[in-house]
Nanobody, 119 residues
Framework: QVQLVESGGGLVQAGGSLRLSCAASGTIFSINTMGWYRQAPGKQRELVATITSGSSTNYADSVKGRFTISRDNAKNTVYLQMNSLKPEDTAVYYC?????????????WGQGTQVTVSS
């Protein structure tokens, strides 16, 4: 059973920083593509950043230059460092794990962690 557990969310003032963590269990973490998504009230869930097993990264335009995704395979953990936070970054942030194996997609989600940025 794959489990993804996020932590590190909270309330921060605009311009501040937060670091989210997502600890994975029950999977061969090092071969998964990991990602962070977010969902603001009344909006669809959107991609924030992804990192492949080879540590190639991809970012939404809205967070480029402010957010950094990284992974520690020894700890089965993926991180999202968020700097220069803006009120529009307020959302529930979800950790995602994706693996394609033997022509099947394996996709898992964490329970989410709230990030609130005050102006």
């Amino acid at each position: 059973q794959v489990q993804l557990v996020e932590s590190g969310g909270g309330l921060v003032q605009a311009g501040g920083s937060l670091r989210l963590s997502c600890a994975a269990s029950g999977t061969i973490f090092s071969i998964n593509t990991m990602g962070w998504y977010r969902q603001a009230p009344g909006k669809q869930r959107e991609l924030v950043a992804t990192i492949t097993s080879g540590s190639s990264t991809n970012y939404a335009d809205s967070v480029k230059g402010r957010f950094t995704i990284s992974r520690d395979n020894a700890k089965n953990t993926v991180y999202l460092q968020m700097n220069s936070l803006k009120p529009e970054d307020t959302a529930v942030y979800y950790c995602n794990s994706y693996l394609r194996l033997l022509n099947r997609n394996y996709v898992y989600w964490g329970q989410g962690t709230q990030v609130t940025v005050s102006s």
